[in-house]
Every structure is written in C-alpha cells, then in structure tokens.
C-alpha cells in the first residue's frame, strides 16, 4: 500500500476564507511572543515582580509534562500529536482565564500557527479557533543572540522564521503587532508598559 506524500506546510499562509471569522469575545490580555531566544520570559518575569497577572509558556509546561513520563526532546518535537497537544494545552488554558482581568501572557494560540508549520502540519487546520478570543495588544520581542537550553533546540534558521511567521499571522488576524527592539531588561520592560500606559491599558 503506498504511503500519502508529506506535504511541507512551511510556507503555508493563513485560509482568507477563515480570516474573515469575527473574534467572539474581546479580552483585557496583553501577548508577550517572540521567536525562540527573545527574552519573553524575562519580561513576564519582570511582570511578575511588578504585580501583574500572567500566565507562563504553556509550551515549555507540556514538555516538561512529558519529560517527567521518560520521553525525550527528540520523541516529542517529532510527534505531529504532540504538536496538537501543545496547541490543545494553550487553548485550555485561555479558555479558563477571566476575560475582564489584565493578564499577560506568555505566548498565546496563535504561535501555534507557526509552530504547526515547523511541524510540518497545516496551520489552516486550527484557524477558526483563534477568532474565540481577541487579545487587547500583541507584543513581539526583536530576537537576542540566539542560545540553545535543555528544551529550546530551534537553530537561527527556523528560529527566523518562527518571527516572520508569527509578526505575518497576528498582522493577519488584524492584530496591530508592536515590535519591541533589543534593549536591556529594564528599558524593554518600560518600552511594553509606555505602549500600554498610552494606551490607556493599564
């Protein structure tokens, strides 16, 4: 019996079809996204200390989840189902959090879309559910020089196009991204809350 060819989704845009979905519920959450090694986790943290409400990458909890069961990295970055539970994981998480509180979050379901991509999966597959909430502001961090950890594995090429798929998808869904430039901690932290504050955000 032969196998179905593999298609390679990694230039796969966004159905203009779904696009025209209309976002069911408006939230007061604020994304904090970047490629791998962008520092998205020492600003959430700085958050942290300031007093907000955020949620941390539920990416890196699955892996770690699933680690502690005795898989490897390799075992599950290749695993299209993995790749599905990440996104099923993050959707779980936005759909019990209040939608009136400040919260930022640590990545949100549309870097799915990129990541689906990675996989080599349609993104066009998982669309539709990024309509369910509409996120107050979506922050994109400028990538640090790049550094390899125990979970982060990405190479500076897909790490590229991790930050382009994810600055041309929420542009798409009609976010209007803000670029946040490499800067030390503290004058990033200050760049994110100036916007917020103009905005009258928080």
């Known amino acids: ?23 069911r ?44 069961k005795g ?17 099923d994981f993050q959707l779980r998480i936005e759909r019990s959090l209040p939608t009136i509180d400040t919260i930022f979050l640590d990545r949100a379901l549309p870097d799915s879309l990129a990541y689906y991509r990675i996989s080599g999966l349609d993104p066009n597959e998982f669309l539709a559910e990024c309509f369910r909430h509409c996120y107050a502001s979506v922050f994109i961090l400028d990538c640090l020089p790049f550094e390899k950890n125990g979970i982060r594995t990405e190479d500076d090429i897909r790490a590229g196009l991790i ?24 004058e990033r932290l200050a760049f994110v809350l100036k916007r917020l504050t103009e905005q009258g955000a928080i």
């Open 71 to 87: 898989r490897t990295i390799e075992e599950i970055r290749e695993n299209e189902a993995d790749e599905r539970g990440m996104k």
């Open 1 to 23: 019996m032969l196998e179905s060819p593999q298609h390679d989704f990694i230039n796969t845009e966004l159905d203009p079809n779904l696009l025209s979905t209309l976002f």
């Open 163 to 186: 930050d382009e798929w994810l600055v041309s998808d929420y542009s798409a869904l009609g976010y209007q991204v803000v670029r946040v430039p490499v800067l030390p901690p503290q």
């Open 25 to 68: 519920v408006q939230t007061n959450w604020h994304v904090i996204t970047g490629a791998p090694c962008s520092g998205k986790t020492t600003i959430i943290d700085q958050l942290v200390d300031k007093g907000f409400q955020t949620v941390p990458e539920s990416g890196r909890e699955y892996f770690e989840m699933e680690m502690a």
